[in-house]
């Protein structure tokens, strides 16, 4: 979600199609698309996922509000939603107005989300996050130092606090404090309280944030983890503590329902290393025996979507026993593709699901897609969040 800086550069001269993908109908033969998929212990109705994706409408103690539900069971014709990243303490909040699940206040307000989406017929994890350096004092207890795997700022990139006006205004990272080896369990618990009050919410499982530089991604990466001790220097060291989340976490949800999200292609929020791609296989291979459901690739930020070589996504799939989901500005055409040469089993669309709610019988009928509208994607209440119609549904109808 640094997606907040970008979308603050960009904003002004987004047009309508700042995806680069067109108002397309597509197309195609997709029916592989709406084939049943088996993930984990779930059965998805179609092979499209609903990307996790911060919209910025929590209130003020990170608690979901009824808008939530209503959004999220709009789009329960998805195989499988992943909620908004959420965070999984205090400590691990980097904006504000995002949603948390470690009071009861926000348990209750998720639980009114699943029980929508549930009853609209559709499934839904929550996306558990811990922020690390991208975040600042004001979003602290008593004003503290946000937390990393070492004392390296996120140079250039901002972050979004409510000040006194209730005007979310953005400000820049500050250096973080390094965690003391003493910490790390806490912080690998504070995941597996977490995820424990999602199930009791009730959620059908849960996704582990690991991409887009955020804590598990900034120790996974040699230029932001500096650490001397287990957690730190090797590969396998700083893959340690997302092995030690999955650990905790499927313990409390099981293994069939919990996936983890990387993106080892995208340097987002001061993350380039030239050791990523490498370090991602290491990570691969260790929780290739845990037996958890997926791995979900986060492939582009934003416009910006390096080409991931094929033979990054062979070497994947030789090491990944489990299901593989990829998202980044795909359209039908070339998920149905990827998933036809067998190198990933799911397909995310991310914006597109903002602006069609009914996204999945809009490909299936070849119908015209709406548009997202970048400026309401972090702002807005109620609109360009509940607003979108289905096809040939009057806006107000919504
Ligand atoms: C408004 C917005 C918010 C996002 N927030 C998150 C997030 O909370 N967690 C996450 O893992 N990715 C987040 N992303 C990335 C999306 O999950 C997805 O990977 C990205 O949008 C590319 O897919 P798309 O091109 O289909 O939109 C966000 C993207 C957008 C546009």
Redesign the pocket.
Known sequence: ?G??NI?QQRDLSLDHNE?G?NAYPETGDFSMLFKPYRLGDLTLPNRLVM?????SRADINGRPTELAATYYAQRAEAGLI????TQISREGQGYSL?PGIYTPGQRDGWRVVTDAVHAAGGRILL?L?HVGRISHPLLQENNRLPVAPSAVRAKGVRVYVVDGDGELRSVDCEEPRALETHEIPRIVDDFRRAAALAMSAGFDGV?I?G??GYLIDQFLRSTTNLRTDRYGGSPANRVRILTEIVDAVTAEVGARRTGV?L?PHVTLQDTADPEMIDTSLVAIEALASKNIAYV?F?????DD?PQVPIDYRESVRKRWPGSIIV????TAARGARLIASGLADLV???????ANPDLPTRIAEALPLAT?D?ST??RGGEKGYIDYPRFGQHPEEG
């Open positions: 979600m997606y907040q979308k995806t993908r990307a996790p994706m911060t919209r992943v909620t908004e990243a995002t996306q996050w996704e944030h991409a887009n999200r993106s979900h986060a492939e582009a930020d934003w979507a998202a980044g500005r795909y995310t669309f991310g914006r597109p699901f903002i997202a970048a994607f972090f």
